[in-house]
């Protein structure tokens, strides 16, 4: 018995080797050219959760600068003779704070703002402060403005330091240049009152003086490079489920976040209660990165802008109370927003809105094509709402493809009830969300292979593998996010965008993960996840080519050795591109066959680029930014085909011509 079980284990050793060396033909046919890869296959979604916005991508440092939190101090500390005022400049930001002399010189009246998460700036950079002030009582007075280490032991705090001249009644904008003798990550702003005269000041901002593309009210320099190195086709914002709100007023409202930086009212957050493991009082919209810094971000990043709008339903997670959704007749002013938002994006400079957008200074229009009537709404309440603005945007903007959405889940029974309706009303494309687990992920790689041609495009607008029990950016994830994109690109005749969400996150500030981008006050990292869409980004391709197996298409099904594979030809560059993922524990070797080639053409060269380590729960973090990231790699070719080994759990990239 013995002699028998120890031939069945050698057998099934030897089996197992065969499987192993077995390889797999994966067969690329070149000459059947197939459906052309949208410009907006790949892209981004952005929505401010986790500190994506204000304290990360929108370059603003000082928290609450124009004291119009509902606690009006809130991100600020005051000392000797400081009054808060509520008649200010600004109509929808009327508060300011009044410094006084404190009554002896040796008192000092000010106030220090803590940033967010502290204020990080570096050695030799230049910081512009700005700041609208004026002496009430006239006369000149004088403020002094500091960058200060309030946790030093030494003699000095300060850092940095600059003097303001306030000299005239009236308000007035000032500004002048900080530059730090050092690098901290987590500096206070301090401004004193250094005269007698009494100073009021409002809309108190910081700023690097190198923003993304020198914009004076831009974006932090290395987040949106990270966001323009990804070669974005699509830019879906400003959310999400912010779009929504939990009550009408808290709604994004797009006119509030236009004009004068000054003068654009502050939002709540709904992220900031949301998670009470991560509670943020303090987590508010300050709508200085607002639709047109959206618009204009979406353009220099090479992306479509993909502007999201409510339907006039909150969020239905939160709040399904029938009372606090608009009505269906009562939607004429919210359909007349999006009517404006396509004005403001392309109308002429004689509109209304082309004219405000000319002043902020983009008199060309944006060349809005798409919009995104609702979020992740569910239910007869949402068709019914969408139905109203589908017809409003097509009587008067005919060449705009509006989105609408097929709820929450992937599959059950708000998606299958939905997915008729965006059919039945003709919406152009429907987005589709999904958080999932490693399970369905693996087995997902043939969703849209059998999805009806004739009806609405699908964009994958949200979507992120969550290993089980570990809800954070590991390699795992990635690699069968790899996997499943091979999917979406061999569907690319019926899928047209994809988006993984959320973009950014702060280490500090985090509410949900896995996300794409982590960042400190200083630093930001790449995750694995950034790389996959990267080299989909990057190696897109122009049209599909068909690519199998035993005749069959490469999705990881059963029999194919935990394999999922497709490729594409770029027209421009005459090159074919192969994507593998390798989901299983073992090498893979595999021949990548071109049939359809002229009888006496030959491939000349190849490259490969691959993704991989053997550590699956590891990822890239702040403090190592370069753990895992793509390697290329010579490839030899033959011929009309090509003899690779694909490591075990590992995404390729094969480059050939």
Not at 235 to 245: A, K, L
Not at 440 to 464: I, T
Request: net charge negative.
């Amino acid at each position: 018995m013995k002699k028998f079980t120890g031939l069945m284990a050698a057998l099934a050793l030897t089996a197992g080797v065969a499987v192993q060396a077995q390889t797999n033909e994966l067969v690329i046919q070149t000459k059947k050219v197939g459906a052309p890869i949208q410009s907006t296959m790949y892209g981004l979604f952005f929505e401010d959760i986790n500190y994506a916005a204000d304290g990360g991508l929108y370059a603003e440092l000082v928290k609450n600068r124009s004291f119009e939190f509902p606690q009006n101090l809130m991100g600020w500390k005051t000392f000797g003779k400081v009054s808060l005022k509520d008649d200010g400049p600004f109509e929808k930001n009327p508060h300011y704070v009044r410094l006084a002399y404190a009554g002896h010189d040796h008192k000092q009246t000010g106030l220090d703002n803590e940033g967010f998460f502290g204020i990080g700036v570096k050695a030799g950079e230049e910081y512009r402060f700005s700041v609208w002030a004026r002496t009430p009582e006239g006369g000149e007075g004088t403020i002094r403005v500091e960058l200060v280490d309030t946790k030093s032991m030494g003699e000095r705090q300060a850092f940095a330091t600059a003097k303001l001249e306030i000299n005239s009644k009236e308000w007035k904008k000032y500004q002048v240049i900080l530059k730090p003798e050092v690098t901290h990550p987590k500096g206070v702003l301090r401004i004193f009152l250094t005269s007698k005269t009494t100073v009021d000041l409002e809309h108190i901002s910081l700023f690097p003086v190198d923003t993304w593309k020198g914009h004076e009210n831009g974006m932090r320099k290395d987040l949106a490079q990270a966001l323009y190195d990804l070669k974005p086709g699509i830019f879906r914002f400003p959310g999400g489920c912010i779009v929504e709100g939990t009550e009408q007023p808290d709604r994004y409202y797009w006119k509030n976040t236009v004009g004068p930086v000054e003068n654009r009212p502050l939002n709540l957050n709904r992220w900031q209660y949301t998670f009470t493991h991560r509670f943020y009082p303090d987590y508010y919209q300050s709508y200085g990165l607002g639709f047109y810094e959206y618009f204009l971000l979406s353009e220099e990043v090479g992306a479509e802008p993909l502007p999201i709008l409510s339907c006039g339903l909150v969020c239905q997670f939160q709040n399904n109370d029938p009372a606090a959704h608009v009505a269906v007749c009562d939607l004429d002013s919210y359909i007349q927003d999006a009517l404006d938002l396509i004005e403001f994006a392309n109308g002429d400079t004689n509109t209304q809105w082309g004219k405000l957008r000319a002043e902020m200074g983009h008199p060309a229009p944006f060349n809005l094509k798409y919009i995104g009537i609702g979020n992740e709404q569910w239910g007869p309440e949402y068709p019914e709402r969408l139905e109203p603005f589908l017809a409003a945007i097509r009587k008067a903007y005919p060449d705009i493809k509006v989105v609408g959405s097929s709820g929450p889940d992937s599959e059950g029974k708000q998606f299958d009830y939905l997915w008729p309706e965006m059919k039945r009303l003709k919406a152009d494309l429907v987005d589709e969300h999904f958080y999932r687990p490693e399970k369905w992920f693996l087995a997902q790689g043939a969703r849209y292979d059998n999805y009806d041609r004739k009806g609405p495009k699908v964009f994958a607008g949200e979507y992120a593998c969550h290993g089980k029990g570990k809800k954070w950016n590991h390699f795992h994830a990635s690699l069968l996010e790899a996997a499943f994109m091979t999917g979406l690109e061999r569907n690319a005749d019926i899928v047209h965008m994809a988006t993984y969400a959320p973009l950014f996150a702060h280490v500090e500030g985090w509410q949900w993960r896995p996300d794409m981008i982590w960042f400190d006050n200083l630093r930001s990292v790449r995750t694995c996840s950034y790389y996959v869409q990267q080299l989909y980004g990057t190696y897109k391709g122009t049209n599909v080519l068909t690519l199998t197996m035993d005749k069959k298409p490469v999705t990881g099904a059963e029999g194919q050795n935990g394999l999922f594979a497709s490729a594409v030809t770029d027209k421009n560059s005459g090159e074919i591109i192969v994507k593998v993922a390798n989901t299983s524990d073992q090498a893979q070797p595999l021949t990548l066959k071109l049939e359809g080639m002229k009888k006496n053409a030959a491939l000349t060269n190849g490259r490969c680029i691959k993704l991989t380590t053997p550590n699956l729960d590891e990822d890239n973090t702040v403090d190592h930014p370069d753990n895992i990231v793509p390697k290329e790699c010579a490839l030899q070719v033959s011929g009309q085909q090509v003899e690779v080994t694909i490591e075990p759990n590992t995404f390729a990239v094969y480059i050939l011509k």
